[in-house]
């Protein structure tokens, strides 16, 4: 099992920056994606962004330039750095991790095993 603990959301005046960290422990895997998505109110789960084990990435369209996902494979710990924050950004954001044995492309939540608990971000205007 993985264990996988969101932390760093709050809430922001619009334009302004947050970074969210995702620590995963337990029995974690060399050949790991790890992933953000997100979920506002009435909305269905979308990607955020994502991580291959090698290090490629991949962002939704609405995040690509003020979005920044990274990770520190020592501590495995996943990062969001989030600039430019804007309303529409507001919403539970939600780590998740699962075992690859090849990189992915455009994951969806269904190939995600693991799930972290949730951090709410709050942009107002």
């Known amino acids: 099992q993985v264990q996988l603990v969101e932390s760093g959301g709050g809430s922001v005046q619009a334009g302004g920056s947050l970074r969210l960290s995702c620590a995963a422990s337990?029995?974690?895997?060399?050949?790991?994606?790890m992933s953000w998505f997100r979920q506002a109110p009435g909305k269905e789960r979308e990607t955020v962004a994502y991580?291959?084990?090698?290090?490629?990435?991949g962002y939704a369209d609405s995040v690509k330039g003020r979005f920044t996902i990274s990770k520190d494979n020592a501590k495995v710990t996943m990062y969001l750095q989030m600039n430019s924050l804007q309303p529409e950004d507001t919403a539970i954001y939600y780590c998740?991790?699962?075992?690859?044995?090849?990189?992915?492309?455009?994951?969806?939540?269904?190939?995600?095993?693991?799930w972290g608990q949730g951090a709410q971000v709050t942009v107002s205007s």
């Open positions: 998740a991790a699962a075992q690859q044995s090849a990189p992915w492309y455009n994951p969806l939540p269904s190939d995600f095993k693991y």
């Open positions: 337990g029995k974690t895997y060399s050949r790991m994606c």
């Open positions: 991580i291959n084990y090698d290090g490629t990435t």
